[in-house]
């Protein structure tokens, strides 16, 4: 079975998908095969990262049950085997707007594919699909910018996944299910207290759902300047999630990265030996020790 690693931020345009292009190469080229997933569905363009423009087949033609197995849509990248990418989704109106079933036929099917690793791209927001698609995973990557609103958007994104997570341990028909999704929560802290007044051992179910729910945290487009305050952000997390988030590492602002998607291709590809593809080694080194 393959080890799944998802990546988000909650606020766009913060670098996930130049985060999931160079480590899935990176990775790659480690002679692992990986499978690198857009899950952003209605902003699906990592296939434009790649330089792949027209993909035969997408996630639309596999969740329109043209495609029955996912691996049908597994491209590999060229020039960079044993590299795959699965292109995105979202043209239509109802692939845009998955429906619950076809998002657990999605999921169940991707959590199955032949490969060591799957890197999944999660589009922005804090909709149930982004939230599931990142929960979907093994290892949970967040991705933000010195800019104190991606910093406020990834605290809420994984504050959510949090609660997410804890809710569907529950089955949808439990009492405690019921109870739980018709309330508004700030903290988790609320949630177990919440499912303990249901059940007694509601709230133990819980917290050890939260057990493993780690998340690693990548602070990109740093520059000189950043005040980017992490101990605070680890701190929000720490009191209302009661998540330890790690810092993986930094990437600095650098032009090369621009230049490196306007020629279709991977910093680590484009312009190796640049300030943002050394950071993005250190990075790849960082997370194969965790895998
Ligand atoms: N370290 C960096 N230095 C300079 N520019 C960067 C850096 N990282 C990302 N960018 C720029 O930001 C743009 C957006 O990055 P990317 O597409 O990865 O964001 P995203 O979070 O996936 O966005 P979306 O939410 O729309 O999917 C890139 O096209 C690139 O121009
Ligand atoms: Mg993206």
């Keep these: 079975m393959a080890t799944i690693v998802s990546i988000a931020s909650g606020k766009g345009g913060v670098g996930k998908s130049v985060v999931a292009s160079n480590l899935a190469l990176l990775l790659a080229k480690t002679g692992k095969r990986v499978i690198v997933v857009d899950l952003d569905t209605g902003g699906a363009n990592l296939h434009v990262l790649f330089g792949l ?103 809420r994104f994984i504050k959510l996944a949090a609660i997410r997570k804890v809710l569907t341990a529950f089955l949808a028909r439990d009492p405690v299910a019921e109870h739980l999704l018709n309330q508004d929560f700030h903290s988790i802290t609320e949630v177990i207290e919440a499912a303990g007044k249901t059940h007694e051992s509601s709230a133990e179910i819980a917290r050890s759902v939260l057990h493993d729910f780690r998340p690693m945290l990548v602070l990109n487009r740093m520059t000189n300047g950043s005040r980017i305050n992490t101990l605070h952000l680890q701190n929000l997390l720490k009191q209302y999630v009661g998540t330890d988030l790690e810092l993986l590492g930094k990437i600095p602002e650098d032009q090369s990265v621009q230049l490196s998607v306007l020629n279709y291709l991977p910093v680590v590809e484009f312009a190796p030996s640049s300030p943002a593809a050394t950071a993005f080694r250190v990075i790849a080194e960082r997370l194969t020790a965790k895998l």
């Design 53 to 155: 423009f027209h993909p035969p087949s997408t996630l639309t033609d596999f969740l329109n049950n043209r495609i029955k197995d996912l691996a049908e849509i597994a491209y590999p990248v060229q020039g960079c085997s044993p590299l795959r990418l699965i292109p995105g989704t979202g043209e239509t109106l109802l692939t845009a707007n998955l429906p619950h079933s076809k998002k657990k036929r999605l999921i169940r099917c991707l959590q199955r594919l032949d490969a060591e690793l799957i890197l999944v791209d999660v589009g922005a927001g804090t909709h149930y699909h982004a939230l599931d698609f990142f929960l979907l995973a093994d290892r949970y990557i967040g991705v933000a910018t010195p800019d104190p609103t991606s910093v406020v958007d990834l605290y």
